[in-house]
C-alpha cells in the first residue's frame, strides 16, 4: 500500500514538473513556431499550433532586410570582450578578498552588489553624456566597457563563493614553495577553480548576449547586437510578429545552443557551495 | 645549516595574546617538536617561523639573521600541513617538482631530484598520478617529498600524521625520524599528541596558554617536569596530584606519583584504597583506585596482575620519583 502511495505520489509530481517545464519553455516554442507562420496566421484568432503553412521567408526576409551576421559578431564580442576584461579583473579582486579579507570584506562585497540594484534608467543620462564625450557612443568599445562594468559586481561575487571553497593551507604551501602572488594565481588557484570559472563565464556570457537595455541605446548600427536588430523589427510602421519572430529565433541561436552543451556546468555552477 | 632561534616572539590577533613571549634556541639538525593541548598557541608559533604569519613583536632568527621581514618563501623553510594540502590539479611529479620550478632550476635537475626524493619516499611508481588516486599515507608522503625536495634549512611539520589511522600514523612516526636523521635537517614538529612527541623528538617544546612551560629533551620533561602543567602533560597515564597533608609530609604544596612509580601490596604501608577499575592488557596493567581523601590514583603495573575491582589494596610511592611542587604548581628541587 504504501508503495503504490509513493508511486503515485512520483507519478503526480513528475508530470507536474513537465508541465511546469513546459510552461515556462513554451514562449520560446511559440516563437520558434510564429517565425515559420506567415504574417497573417501569426496574427490569426484562434491561433494555429501546429497545423499551418509552414514557411521560411521570414527567415529570409530578416537576413534581406539586416545584415544578421553584422550584428551576431557584435554580439560576440561584445558579450565575449565584455566577459574576459571582467574576469580579468574580478579574479585578483575576488582573490585577495577570499584570502586576505579585511574588517570592511563583506561590506565592499554588499556595495557592489548594491549597485545592481539600482535601474539603470537612474544613470542613462550621465552615462549617455560621458560616452559621447569620450566619442564612446555606437563603438564596441563603449558597450564592451559598459557591460563588463555592470556585470562585474556579479562575476566578483560568484568568484568570491568559489574562490572561498578553496583551502587556503594549498594557496599558503604553494607560497612555502616560493611562488609570488601572480604565480600563485596563474599555477594554482586559476586551474583549481576552473570548474566555478567556467560557470562564471558562462552565465556572464548570457547574461551580456542578452543585456538590451543599454546596447539599445548606447549604439544605432555599427556596433548594434542582436539586441538592436530584434528591436528594429518593432517599428512605428508597425508590428511584424512572424519576423520579429525570425529574428528573435536567429537571435536567441546561438546562446541556446552554448547553454544546452553546457548547462551541466551550469547548474553545477550555480549550486557550487551550497552542498558540499 | 638550519639554526632557530626566537627572542622574546609575540604575536596577537586584535586584543587576544596568541603567543607572550617566546625564547627558544633551536640547534642545527635537531629535532623540537612542540606540544600542547588545543590552542596553546603551538601552530601559531610554527606559522610564525614559517612566516605565514607576521610578528607583533620580537625576533626569529635563522642561521643568525633576523627573518621577521622576509617572505616565507626567502626563509628557507619547507612545510607539511596537516591537511597535506597538494595542488589537486598536479601530478605527484608536479607537486614534487612545484617548488624547484618556481625557483627556476633548469629541467633535467628539476627531474633529477624529483626522481630522487621519489625513490627516498618510495612515490616512483606514483609520480604520474593525480594526489586524489592517493591513499592517505602515500598523500602524506608527497607532501613531505615537496619538503625534502628543495633542501630547506628546516622542515616544519604541522600535526602531519592526525589524519592518518593508528597503525598507519606509528608507521610514518618511523619514517618521518628516519628521514629527519638521515638528512640530519632541522625539524620542527607540532603536535598535541604527547606520545609523538616523546617518540620523535630530540627536545620537546611544552606550550600552555601562549607560553613556553618548559624546554627540555624527552626524559628531562619526564623526570623533572618544571611546573604542575608539564607534569601532568607528559606521561600516560597522566601523573597523580596529591595535596593536602599526604603533601605537606613531603614539604610541599602538591606532590605528584607517576602511576609506575606506585607500588601495589595487599597491605602495608601506604595510601589505601578500593580498586575501580582495573584495566588488563597482558604487558600492562592498569588500577584506578578509589583512595579515599586522596581522590581516585591511578597505577601502573607491568605484567598481569591478579587483582580486581573492588579489591582493597594499598599504594605505596617510591620516595625517590616523588615531584613536589609549590603553591604556585612550580617543581621544587631539592
Known amino acids: ?276 | 645549516m638550519g639554526q632557530i632561534t626566537l627572542q622574546d616572539v609575540q604575536k596577537s590577533f586584535g586584543p587576544v595574546h596568541i603567543i607572550k613571549g617566546a625564547n627558544l634556541d633551536i640547534s642545527d639538525g635537531s629535532f623540537v617538536v612542540f606540544v600542547g593541548p588545543s590552542g596553546c598557541g603551538k601552530t601559531t608559533l610554527l606559522r610564525l617561523i614559517a612566516g605565514l604569519e607576521d610578528v607583533t613583536g620580537g625576533s626569529i632568527l635563522i642561521d643568525g639573521k633576523n627573518v621577521v621581514d622576509v617572505p616565507p618563501a626567502k626563509r628557507g623553510l619547507s612545510m607539511v600541513f596537516q591537511s597535506y594540502a597538494l595542488y589537486p590539479h598536479m601530478s605527484v611529479r608536479g607537486n614534487i617538482a612545484f617548488g624547484l620550478k618556481m625557483a627556476g632550476l633548469p629541467k633535467a635537475e628539476i627531474n633529477r631530484k624529483v626522481e630522487a626524493a621519489a625513490a627516498t619516499l618510495n612515490l616512483t611508481p606514483y609520480l604520474d598520478r593525480k594526489p586524489r588516486e592517493l591513499s592517505g599515507g602515500q598523500r602524506q608522503r608527497v607532501a613531505i617529498g615537496r619538503a625534502i625536495v628543495r633542501e630547506p634549512k628546516a622542515f616544519l611539520f604541522d600535526e602531519p600524521l592526525s589524519n592518518l589511522d593508528a597503525a598507519l600514523r606509528v608507521q610514518m612516526r618511523l619514517e618521518v625520524t628516519r628521514l629527519q636523521k638521515q638528512l640530519a635537517t632541522t625539524a620542527i614538529y607540532v603536535t598535541h599528541d604527547q606520545v609523538e612527541a616523546m617518540t620523535m623528538a630530540d627536545k620537546i617544546v611544552v606550550l600552555n596558554a601562549g607560553r613556553i612551560e618548559q624546554y627540555g629533551t624527552p626524559l628531562e620533561l619526564y623526570e623533572k617536569p618544571a611546573n604542575l602543567f608539564v607534569a601532568g602533560f607528559i606521561g600516560s597515564p597522566k601523573m597523580n596530584f596529591v595535596n593536602g597533608a599526604a603533601a605537606a609530609k613531603y614539604g610541599a604544596a602538591t606532590i605528584g606519583v607517576r602511576p609506575e612509580h606506585l607500588r601495589i601490596a595487599r597491605d602495608g604501608e601506604g595510601w589505601p584504597g578500593k580498586i575501580a577499575v582495573a584495566e588488563h592488557l597482558g604487558s600492562d596493567t592498569f588500577l584506578y583506585v578509589d583512595a579515599g581523601a586522596l581522590g581516585t590514583l591511578t597505577a601502573r603495573h607491568v605484567g598481569e596482575l591478579d587483582l580486581s575491582a573492588g579489591d582493597d589494596i594499598v599504594l605505596s610511592p617510591d620516595p625517590s620519583r616523588i615531584h613536589r611542587f609549590d603553591k604556585d604548581g612550580n617543581a621544587l628541587r631539592s
Open chain 1, 1 to 276: 500500500m504504501a508503495r503504490m502511495a509513493t508511486n503515485r505520489r512520483v507519478a503526480i509530481s513528475t508530470v507536474g514538473a513537465w508541465l511546469a517545464g513546459f510552461l515556462i519553455f513554451f514562449p520560446i516554442l511559440w516563437m520558434v513556431l510564429t517565425s515559420f507562420k506567415t504574417e497573417l496566421e501569426a496574427f490569426a484568432i484562434p491561433p494555429s499550433f501546429l497545423f499551418f503553412h509552414w514557411t521560411t521567408e521570414n527567415y529570409a526576409t530578416v537576413q534581406e532586410r539586416s545584415d544578421y551576421i553584422h550584428h551576431a559578431l557584435n554580439s560576440i564580442i561584445i558579450a565575449g570582450g565584455s566577459t574576459l576584461i571582467a574576469l580579468l579583473i574580478a579574479i585578483p579582486a575576488a582573490w585577495s578578498m577570499a584570502f586576505s579579507p579585511t574588517k570592511r570584506t563583506k561590506d565592499v562585497l554588499l556595495w557592489m552588489l548594491s549597485t545592481k540594484m539600482m535601474p539603470p534608467v537612474g544613470v542613462l543620462v550621465p552615462i549617455y553624456l560621458i560616452w559621447r564625450d569620450f566619442g564612446l557612443l555606437d563603438s564596441l568599445t563603449g558597450l564592451v566597457i559598459i557591460l563588463c562594468l555592470g556585470n562585474l559586481p556579479i562575476v566578483i561575487w560568484m568568484l568570491f563563493t568559489y574562490f572561498k571553497e578553496i583551502p587556503k593551507d594549498i594557496l599558503e604551501a604553494a607560497r612555502m614553495d616560493g611562488a609570488t602572488i601572480g604565480r600563485e594565481l596563474i599555477y594554482v588557484l586559476t586551474p583549481m577553480a576552473i570548474p566555478g570559472l567556467a560557470s562564471t563565464l558562462l552565465l556572464n556570457l548570457i547574461l551580456a548576449w542578452n543585456e538590451a537595455f543599454w546596447t539599445l541605446n548606447l549604439s544605432t548600427l555599427n556596433a548594434a547586437p542582436l539586441t538592436v536588430f530584434i528591436a528594429s523589427y518593432s517599428s512605428p510602421e508597425g508590428l511584424f510578429w512572424a519576423k520579429l519572430s525570425a529574428a528573435s529565433t536567429l537571435a536567441i541561436a546561438p546562446i541556446l545552443v552554448l547553454g544546452w552543451f553546457s548547462q551541466r556546468q551550469l547548474v553545477r555552477g550555480l549550486t557550487f557551495g551550497a552542498v558540499k
